[in-house]
């Protein structure tokens, strides 16, 4: 890290900017950027001052839940405050397109825009690099050939043998097919021939001449872009390098994402350029499997893209529980105890009562639990354990047996009662047991009162709540006992991407 860069960091350090930028990271991703920046800030460096092109390709692996999009989005915002600019690429969501050199020209664009909009040495060599990237992604050959053959069939190539292919499946019926083929294209076959064979003797020569424009442009492209970072460096207008952010690879079309690949590879192979990939390795190597093989070595092929890959420490369960539950409307839900840790600590040590489970799985009842709060529509709000355990339950057993599903867990509480001054502890799977159970009949649960314990109080507390809002004090069953068709429902809202 040289002493201008040391400087910017520094800056955005003292002035909070870092604290700002990372105050909602739960994961610990704060320290995964810093490496990252300053350990590709010192290769490309190491490279420059050995002669080679300054510059390198990161893969930051991590399974899915890693916090992969939202360590994207803040090392975006971190780069940008140490004065680097950053172009940001959803393949996801650019995967339409026939050629992701547009996608990633257009995010290049975006962050190049206030520098090209005046005469100048970038101004030019962009508007070279535009070029060059026309002529690199351009198919005007084949589209040609296409052209031609349907402007005198009046089909398409593809749907002309269509019919003709289905009525070849049968011998019986091989002279309909024969009769189709030779109906369609008839006339329009001679006609079509003489172009196509002048086309095919006019493509062989602009197919020599298209790869010469196209190598030629791929040189133009890297040396346009080499000069763009210098010219920036050299003017204090922005740090190199230049940082390309790639994220959803591993969710777009698998020809889209080796395409990408191999555009970032084989053009931006230029000085001062870095990207960072972020990818479930796995499920690309299963991508790239789909368009080569299943016996295809798609570990082997993806090394080829990357120069390393930095893998994430597995996140903390707890922290990662505490980053989903964010989502929920903490409002229609209840702890109930007296001077108790906050509802998304509650929760969380209750995925800690219920390890080991994979985060999958925690994510998952999350899903359940905030889909649940989000239908439940009585005043009454939800007992945030009663929420848990069954959410929990049914995910992993598919009914709501919650008290064969609690065996093997144990999960207490220290609390004070308001009404004492001795602290005491609660057993909150027993006690939300007793609340289930009680909470079939309001009139006898509140009257019958059960106990001056911590637990009885809770209970009599939460289910007198509804029972004195309820007209002349009604019975029936609580609320809480539609609990379980509402999580079953719940259940069925699914995440695409899980």
Not at 28 to 45: H, K, L
Not at 106 to 123: D, W
Not at 140 to 168: C, H, I, M, Q, S
Request: hydrophobic share 40%; proline share 4%; aromatic share 8%.
């Amino acid at each position: 890290m040289n002493d201008e860069t040391r400087s910017a960091t520094a800056a955005a350090q003292n002035n909070g900017t870092y604290h700002d930028i990372w105050k909602d990271d739960l994961l610990g991703r704060r320290d995964d950027a810093r490496f990252i920046t300053d350990f590709i800030r010192g290769q490309i460096e190491l490279r420059r001052k050995s002669g080679r092109v300054a510059s390198y390709v990161l893969n930051v692996d991590s399974p899915w839940g890693g916090g992969k999009s939202f360590f994207l989005s803040r090392l975006a915002e971190q780069l940008r405050a140490e004065g680097h600019l950053v172009a940001e690429v959803n393949a996801w969501r650019d995967d339409h397109s026939d050629d992701p050199l547009i996608a990633l020209m257009s995010a290049i664009e975006k962050v190049l825009k206030p520098y090209v909009q005046k005469p100048g040495r970038i101004a030019t060599a962009w508007k070279q690099a535009k070029t060059n990237g026309v002529r690199i992604a351009g198919k005007a050959v084949v589209a040609a050939a296409k052209t031609a053959f349907k402007r005198y069939v009046g089909e398409n190539l593809e749907d002309l043998f269509a019919p003709a292919e289905e009525a070849k499946q049968a011998d019986e019926q091989k002279p309909v097919a024969d009769k189709v083929i030779n109906d369609v294209i008839g006339d329009a076959l001679e006609e079509a021939t003489k172009e196509i064979s002048s086309l095919t003797d006019r493509a062989a020569d602009a197919l020599i001449a298209k790869f010469d424009t196209t190598s030629n442009s791929i040189v133009g492209f890297k040396a346009n872009l080499s000069e763009i970072t210098q010219v920036l460096a050299k003017g204090d207008k922005a740090r190199t390098p230049l940082f390309v952010l790639v994220d959803e690879l591993d969710r777009c079309r698998p020809t889209y994402a080796i395409s990408l690949l191999e555009r970032a590879k084989h053009l931006f192979e230029a000085d001062g350029v870095a990207f960072v990939f972020a990818t479930d390795a796995g499920q690309l190597q299963h991508a790239v499997r789909g368009v080569y093989g299943g016996e295809f070595d798609g570990r082997g092929y993806l090394t080829r893209f990357f120069d390393r890959r930095y893998v994430f420490a597995q996140p903390d369960v707890f922290e990662f529980a505490a980053s989903r539950l964010s989502g929920m409307d903490f409002r229609k839900v209840l702890v109930g105890f007296d001077d108790i840790e906050p509802l998304d600590m509650f929760l969380v040590n209750g995925f800690r009562a219920l390890q080991p489970m994979p985060l999958r799985a925690v994510e998952q009842i999350i899903d359940i639990m905030v889909a649940t709060v989000s239908a439940w529509t009585p005043k009454l709000p939800l007992d945030a354990a009663s929420l848990l355990l069954m959410s929990a339950c049914y995910h992993q057993r598919q009914d709501f047996n919650l008290e064969t599903f609690v065996q093997p867990y144990k999960w207490q509480l220290t609390v004070r009662s308001r009404y004492q001054e001795r602290e005491g502890k609660v057993d909150i799977i027993s006690t939300t047991l007793a609340l289930l159970e009680r909470a079939a009949n309001l009139r006898n649960a509140v009257t019958q009162g059960g106990g001056d314990s911590l637990s009885h109080r809770h209970i009599g507390s939460y289910l007198g709540q509804e029972f004195n809002a309820r007209p002349k004090h009604q019975s029936g069953p609580s609320a809480l006992l539609s609990l379980p068709t509402l999580i079953q429902s719940a259940g069925r809202v699914q995440n695409d991407d899980i």
